[in-house]
């Protein structure tokens, strides 16, 4: 039992470029999400999926794009990257006692 | 949206109790959250609590509920200077809303 796997760790990018970062979790939750965390803003939630097939836009949504075709895979694109997008990601899923979330171990990314 | 808040610093002695507050907007919140993150880390869970709770004790932890003030405390006891990290606390909505997270300093 895995939990919740991020891919990749660091990243580097230049600005214009696209990416996709991988999110994947073996705990057949439903509910899964993106976080970004920047120094002073705590976690701001990016998008989120309350089950395959289903997204929706969290509190910073422009610049990103997700989908959810399986239950255990929910990717996060950046469709042309900027430097306001440089953060750290984290990717999360939700279930079990307490309904608790289990996070990633993050995604740091720096868009130059 | 409404924020979740928390203090952004506390600094506490080795040996001490910490107490972390947090005030939460949503009323209707089933469970509420303290995780830990460590530098360069993901969060942890450390604890949660169900909302018709008033208190739950965990070893070190004591965690306090008053929902008429929609208050949230983390008292650590006996605080380590392992337990230097960011503290946050969350409120379940439709999403896991964060407050901006309490950074305990302990010195020795």
């Known amino acids: 039992n895995a939990g919740v796997t991020q891919t990749p760790k660091f990243q580097v990018l230049k600005t214009g470029q696209s990416m996709t970062l991988q999110c994947a979790q073996d705990?057949?939750?439903?509910?899964m999400s993106w976080y970004r965390q920047d120094p002073g803003m705590g976690l701001r939630l990016i998008h989120y999926?309350?089950?395959?097939?289903?997204?929706d836009q969290g509190e910073v949504p422009n610049g990103y794009n997700v989908s959810r075709s399986t239950t255990e895979d929910f990717p996060l694109r950046l469709l042309s990257a900027a430097p306001s997008q440089t953060s750290v990601y984290f990717c999360?899923?939700?279930?079990?006692?307490?309904?608790?979330?289990?996070f990633g171990e993050g995604s740091w990314l720096t868009v130059v | 949206g409404e924020d979740v808040e928390q203090s952004l610093f506390l600094s506490v002695r080795e040996g001490d109790s910490s107490v972390i507050n947090c005030t939460y907007t949503?009323?209707?919140?089933?469970?509420l959250y303290w995780y830990k993150q460590e530098p360069g880390a993901g969060l942890q869970l450390l604890t949660y609590?169900?909302?018709?709770?008033d208190m739950k004790q965990d070893q070190r932890l004591t965690v306090l509920l008053n929902k008429k003030d929609k208050h949230l405390s983390l008292r650590i006891a006996d605080t380590q200077t392992g337990d230097s990290a960011i503290y946050f606390c969350?409120?379940?909505?439709?999403?896991?809303?964060f407050g901006k997270g309490t950074s305990l300093l302990v010195t020795p």
């Open positions: 969350a409120e379940t909505g439709y999403a896991l809303n």
């Open positions: 999360a899923s939700r279930g079990g006692v307490g309904n608790t979330i289990y």
């Open positions: 705990m057949n939750h439903e509910y």
């Open positions: 949503d009323s209707s919140s089933t469970y």
């Open positions: 609590i169900f909302s018709n709770m």
């Open positions: 999926s309350v089950g395959a097939g289903i997204t």
